[in-house]
């Protein structure tokens, strides 16, 4: 609706232009009605208004004065005049003070409508034209944004070798001669990467970057998106009494935010103090080697004072062997608590960040593929070992690895659930008794004669279902447990035959060293 103010100091015609024009029909609206021009001039002062209709001739301040008024200080505010009559002159002045229409008294009922329509015509069209410009100024300056932020992501990564080039632009952005440290932050949407809503996964870094300019709003600042999990804070040391402990302050501050309002979580490293933007590589590098040994569930931020760890990387075979058979037999709690203890040797080893996703997309993939051999229909297993490729290699922290690889894990362990329940109530029934009865004397004719079957064909149809034969599985589930049982300091390997329903130690040998790839001796040694 457009909003007209009406000015005259007749009531009796203020009245009559009130009550006799339709203006809902011209979409307007009467706001405020004044007896005379300083009235007016006073609700001009505080109130917007599209259009003025004001008599020409009023005591104290006349219409051509409050249009002059308008002209001043309201250019977007058109005014119409009214008259008792027509006079040449009135209207030169009325023209000379920026007067849209000029209507006479006695002719407002037909006249004014039309002057109002071609008004409204002529605002409609400037705010247009205004749009247009704003919308033309937005763009160029996001477009100004996204080469400054190419500029930096370029810098960043040595990928600019002018140095006049370079020079050029910090000067340019007025950049040249500042001190500034680094800040990395990557982000981890915490839900499964399999399930639906992880397709929008990033549709709320926005809102991270918000929080972002909050807490930073007082400081000199630039975020650069450098990829699509990774960002980057180029935070510039104008104030003197900036320290280290404060950014710290400030980025626990980001943390709380992002951990109370979003599904994600965020790991941030800090380089070193540095001179001359046009190092940023040196300081984007230092920042990120910090973030790569991140790794803690409440430690979110790490100093660049990562010093490489010199001791040889513990030998860990033992705990992903311990994973794998965890994502097929254990629960979410004990994978868990599994993966905390790999990561820990990571973080405590001198492996790369590069190695250990390699180690864990080795781990993974194979333990998909172990799921080939079964009829599996509902899980597309290729399209899925590329998620887990995709997802372990966009991360830059041991903890962003870690939390990819806990809902890795406890999605095998469904895959192998569901596996499990999908199969005929006879094998289901004889893996059941397997884990009950494994410490003792059995085998594939026990078995069969507990579930009331023909052997053979129990063979048949187990070695169907789950591309082992029924003794295989018997034998590797008693190894399982028989490598849980020698890591206690006082078992003796023949007594752990024994527990495991294996009272032959020659043939208890021959069986671990077949599914382990090591005697029972070695295993108990590492």
């Known amino acids: 609706m457009f909003k007209i103010l009406i000015v005259d100091d007749e009531r009796h015609i203020r009245n009559g232009i009130i009550s006799i024009i339709d203006w809902n029909s011209m979409e307007c609206e009467v706001i405020k009605d004044c007896a005379n021009g300083l009235e007016a001039v006073e609700y001009l002062k505080n109130n917007e208004v599209d259009i003025v209709i004001c008599d020409i001739k009023m005591p104290g301040m006349n219409g051509l004065e409050v249009a002059e008024y308008v002209k001043l200080n309201m250019p977007k505010t058109k005014v119409i005049l009214l008259t008792a009559y027509s006079d040449f002159n009135n209207a030169q002045l009325a023209i000379k003070h920026n007067v849209s229409e000029y209507v006479v008294k006695t002719e407002f009922i037909d006249e004014l409508p039309s002057a109002i329509e071609k008004v ?12 247009n410009v704003e919308v033309l100024r937005m763009i160029l300056n996001e477009k100004q944004q996204d080469l400054k932020y190419k500029f930096f992501t370029e810098l960043a990564e040595d990928m600019l070798t ?15 001669n500042k001190s500034y440290c680094v800040i990395n932050y990557e982000t ?3 839900t499964s990467f399999f399930s639906s809503e992880y397709n ?3 549709r709320d870094i926005k809102v991270i970057n918000n929080f972002i300019n909050m807490v930073f709003k007082d400081y000199e600042y630039n975020i650069v998106k450098m990829h699509r999990n990774l960002g980057m804070i180029i935070l510039y040391w104008n104030d003197t009494n900036l320290q280290v402990s404060k950014v710290e302050m400030l980025l626990k501050d980001v943390n709380n935010m992002v951990n109370q309002f979003t599904n994600y979580s965020i790991k941030f490293s800090i380089s070193d103090k540095h001179e001359g933007v046009e190092n940023l590589s040196k300081a984007y590098k230092e920042a990120l080697l910090a973030l790569s040994k991140v790794y803690s569930s409440n430690a979110k931020f790490y100093l660049n004072t990562y010093k490489k760890q010199d001791d040889i990387f513990t030998n860990n075979s033992e705990s992903v062997e311990d994973l794998k058979s965890l994502m097929n037999y254990g629960s979410l709690e004990e994978i868990e608590k599994s993966l905390v203890n790999i990561f820990k040797s990571f973080s405590n080893s001198s492996l790369s960040l590069e190695q250990v996703k390699t180690k864990m997309i080795l781990l993974f993939s194979a333990s998909l593929a172990a799921f080939e051999n079964y009829n599996i229909v509902q899980h597309n297993l290729k399209e899925q070992e590329t998620i887990i490729y995709q997802k372990i290699n966009e991360s830059k922290s041991l903890q962003s690895i870690f939390e990819v690889s806990l809902f890795i894990a406890e999605h095998i362990l469904d895959i192998s659930k569901n596996n499990e329940s999908s199969k005929s109530l006879i094998v289901r029934e004889a893996n059941k008794y397997i ?11 026990t078995i069969a004669g507990y579930l009331h079957v023909n052997n053979s064909y129990l063979s048949r149809l187990y070695k169907k279902e789950t591309g082992d034969t029924l003794v295989e599985a018997l034998n590797r589930y008693r190894i399982e447990i028989a490598k849980k049982l020698l890591k206690r300091p006082s078992s003796k390997i023949f ?14 040998t021959h069986v671990f060293t077949k599914y382990c790839g090591c005697s029972p001796k070695e295993y108990k040694s590492k």
């Open 162 to 176: 002018d140095k006049e080039e370079i020079k050029e632009k910090l000067q340019e952005y007025k950049l040249h």
């Open 495 to 508: 007594e752990v035959g024994i527990e495991v329903g294996i009272e032959d130690p020659a043939y208890f």
């Open 188 to 190: 981890t949407l915490l």
């Open 200 to 202: 929008h996964e990033y």
């Open 120 to 131: 409204k015509k002529v605002i409609i069209e400037q705010r247009e034209k205004e749009n």
């Open 435 to 445: 884990r009950e009865n494994y410490n003792k004397n059995i085998s594939l004719n």
